[in-house]
């Protein structure tokens, strides 16, 4: 079996049919090329007006361009092929032939793809990976000549020549690719034409080697890997393969020639041996290469000292190309954009730059003060000093008198300060003791159940850029402590009628240690509104994952377990714990799930304990799109009010649908009058979880929700009631 040779967009034919005609294949390999770019300059215009500068992922700036009237010439067109996922910008083209010698094609401006000529040529075309206008060079994915053994005569694949002609704005970079060979026996070699002169060049570089163990990773000096410059001005250039007999091809079947990026490529002795290489490179688009390109059809030298066409920005320069005929154009010192726009080179900030960066320090030196200007900065001494700060030899001018008035008055006004800041410590110091007592400090320290965190431990954490979650009661934020990832809940009042109450709030939720329900791990006393410190629940809310875009699969299968977990969270609040804990908040924003999407019981911060001998309590206010109308109108939360809530959320999870406030009493009620119906009920719930065989289960969900939403409420069944139903039903569906 021969494999396609295929790339991730394009195929061309089985490898066996191109060994029957003789024509030679090529191979491409995915090139690892980062581009780095300034956030500021991305906001910046890279193309002319109305024009696309984008082809997919692949920045296009001019003087390059996808349509007609928005590049510079035909050399500069870039092909933007709009079929593939992502879109592909392609750019000069590559003839991949035998040693019959067939011709080259320069397809410059015409449109791109896979040409057949009777049978006999294949053009493959140089994908654009990027273009850095300011370097003045563009990266491309460039083609391999390889050769496999399958015994010592029989080659399975083999492309000992590969030709590439350049579209007219490019030359290949001499100084930034180099040819390489790599394998026990090989001869690379690369010829071609420099194009101002049209004279031919030839380079080689040989790879023998007997014993390929003694190859060494990283250098490419002949043994198993070998290297060779080229000479500059290439627009034209064919990479080729001398093979000998392999005798070792069970173990080194294969080799290759490449004309690559110096900075890409490191030789590894495992490239020698099996198809390591091979495979690698079979799935893949080509080796990164680099090309210069420069506007060729004249030079920097105008009548008048004009600037040439191409450089249309007002703060531009023209520099001759360093290889070949024509010119580029720079942006001047100072500032940084494209060149070929008008107004597309713009000021930097250089004393913002040496400050944000320190590599940048010795670019922009500056030993004072640093203010910027158009087109540069200025950098004077410090008050009191002469000199040149750019230079760093700012000088102290005040005579000694005005040195000892001046260092006395600053002696002064440092111990007014120093006096300041320790009755400012002192103050602060009485606050947080004064907030630790507050929050019930004294009687927390004693239980070991918690941990007291101090606020210098959280204050890393409780930045803006770790929030994750954020609403009317405060913020989330999300960080390591302790060598754990936990959220932490600030919240941003708090009731001062129950500020007693808080530490033995507190003591309760840190004994509440159940599967289904989020650990609190501790607290932090020392500022005006605790902050409690809780485990990390991956997936985020039921709300989130019901109602995100795009829509994560729920089986019913998954929603069982969901609503199985967090019955069995409220059933264990409600009856299995010392003290009975209402929730008087259930949603599901306050349901997290797990990565097994197991749900646990979220936010005890407007929840209330009632005694034993209570039975409500008038404390707790929830989000009003989930509470019991019967607590509302009473203003007495039971645990049936939980059961009421909790089949909102039911519903809500079969569903799928969002019942918020505004839209809670229109979906209850659409569904019990559609419960009393045949099927009715069912025909609300997610189309996804509809099935025949789920029939049985479904109604009986839609049972539960219609008792959990009873009116009455002495009618309401016991939240370990619900649980006990829906355990069962996910252990039905399951069997």
Same mark, same amino acid.
Not at 165 to 182: C, D, E, I, M
């Given at each position: ?21 003789? #024509? ?49 010439? #035909? ?79 029989? =080659? ?143 030079? !920097? ?43 597309? !080179? ?32 200025? !950098? ?133 240690? =159940? ?50 977990? #967090? ?15 209402? =929730? ?96 009715? #009920? ?54």
């Amino acid at each position: 079996m021969f494999p396609s040779l295929c790339t991730r967009r394009r195929c061309l034919m089985p490898i066996a049919s191109l060994l029957s005609l003789a #024509a030679a294949t090529t191979l491409l390999i995915m090139p690892v090329v980062a581009v780095a770019a300034e956030e500021d300059e991305a906001a910046w215009p890279i193309a002319l007006p109305g024009c696309p500068d984008k082809c997919g992922n692949i920045s296009i700036p001019y003087p390059f361009g996808t349509k007609e009237g928005c590049y510079f010439g #035909a050399g500069f067109y870039i092909h933007c092929n709009l079929s593939y996922t992502p879109p592909s910008a392609t750019v000069g083209g590559v003839i991949m032939k035998n040693g019959s010698g067939y011709y080259l094609e320069n397809q410059g401006g015409d449109l791109p793809g896979i040409r057949t000529d009777d049978g006999r040529r294949f053009t493959w075309i140089l994908d654009l990976v990027d273009i850095d206008v300011a370097e003045g060079v563009a990266r491309v994915n460039g083609p391999v000549s390889y050769d496999c053994n399958v015994n010592e005569t029989y =080659h399975s694949i083999s492309v000992f020549v590969v030709s590439v002609k350049l579209s007219p704005a490019f030359l290949l970079s001499t100084t930034r690719n180099a040819l390489v060979g790599v394998g026990q026996s090989v001869e690379a070699r690369l010829s071609g034409q420099i194009g101002s002169t049209a004279a031919n060049y030839s380079a080689t570089c040989k790879s023998l080697i007997d014993a390929p163990s003694v190859a060494q990773n990283g250098t490419c000096l002949g043994l198993g890997c070998c290297s060779a410059e080229m000479p500059p001005g290439t627009d034209m250039f064919t990479v080729s393969m001398e093979h000998q007999n392999n005798t070792g091809w069970k173990t080194t079947p294969c080799r290759y020639a490449m004309v690559v990026d110096k900075s890409w490529y490191s030789f590894s002795a495992g490239d020698l041996y099996g198809h390591e290489l091979f495979d690698r490179t079979t799935a893949s688009d080509g080796v990164p290469l680099v090309l210069d390109f420069a506007i060729r059809n004249e030079s !920097c030298l105008l009548a008048g000292g004009r600037l040439p066409a191409a450089c249309r920005s007002g703060n531009s320069v023209c520099v001759n190309a360093t290889h070949g005929i024509g010119y580029l154009c720079k942006c001047k010192d100072g500032y940084e954009g494209n060149p070929y726009l008008p107004d597309g !080179c713009r000021d930097i900030d250089e004393c913002v730059l040496r400050d944000a960066r320190l590599d940048l320090r010795d670019t922009y030196p500056c030993s004072g003060i640093c203010k910027n200007t158009i087109g540069g900065y200025d !950098c004077q001494c410090e008050l009191g000093m002469r000199g040149d700060a750019k230079n760093g030899t700012c000088k102290i001018v005040f005579p000694l008198t005005a040195m000892v008035v001046t260092f006395g008055i600053i002696g002064v006004a440092s111990a007014l300060s120093i006096l300041v800041l320790f009755k400012l410590l002192l103050e602060e110091k009485r606050k947080t003791r004064e907030f630790f007592n507050k929050n019930g400090g004294p009687t927390l320290e004693k239980v070991n159940t918690i941990k007291i965190f101090k606020k210098e431990e959280l204050k890393p954490i409780i930045q803006s850029q770790n929030v994750i979650g954020k609403g009317g009661f405060g913020q989330v934020y999300k960080g390591l402590l302790d060598n754990q990832v936990v959220a932490i809940k600030k919240s941003i009042n708090v009731d001062k009628s129950q500020e007693k109450q808080f530490a033995n709030e507190i003591v309760i939720q840190s004994r509440v240690i =159940h599967k289904n329900i989020v650990k609190l791990i501790g607290c932090c006393l020392e500022v005006d509104v605790p902050m409690l410190v809780y485990e990390f629940v991956p997936k985020g809310s039921l709300d989130d994952i019901l109602h995100s875009s795009p829509k994560v699969s729920l089986r019913l299968d998954i929603r069982l377990n969901i609503a199985a977990g #967090a019955a069995e969270g409220l059933a264990y609040m409600h009856s299995k714990t010392s003290t009975t804990i209402l =929730h008087g908040d259930i949603k599901p924003g306050n349901i997290l799930l797990d990565e097994n999407f197991d749900p646990k019981i979220s936010d005890f911060g407007i929840s209330r304990l009632i005694a034993i001998d209570k039975s409500h309590t008038k404390y707790v206010i929830g989000d009003m799109g989930y509470v019991d109308p019967i607590y509302i109108q009473s203003g007495l939360l039971t645990k049936q009010s939980d059961v009421y809530s909790f089949g909102i959320v039911l519903l809500e999870l079969l569903a799928r649908k969002k019942a918020a406030l505004g839209e809670n009493s229109s979906l209850i009620k659409t569904f019990l009058d559609a419960y009393t119906q045949e099927n009715g #009920a069912i025909d609300l719930f997610d189309a996804e979880i509809i099935a025949d065989k789920d029939m049985e289960i479904l109604h009986k969900l839609s049972m539960i929700i219609s008792e959990c939403l009873k009116l009455e409420v002495d009618k309401r069944p016991e939240m370990t009631d619900v649980e006990a139903q829906l355990q069962n039903l996910k252990k039905a569906y399951k069997a």
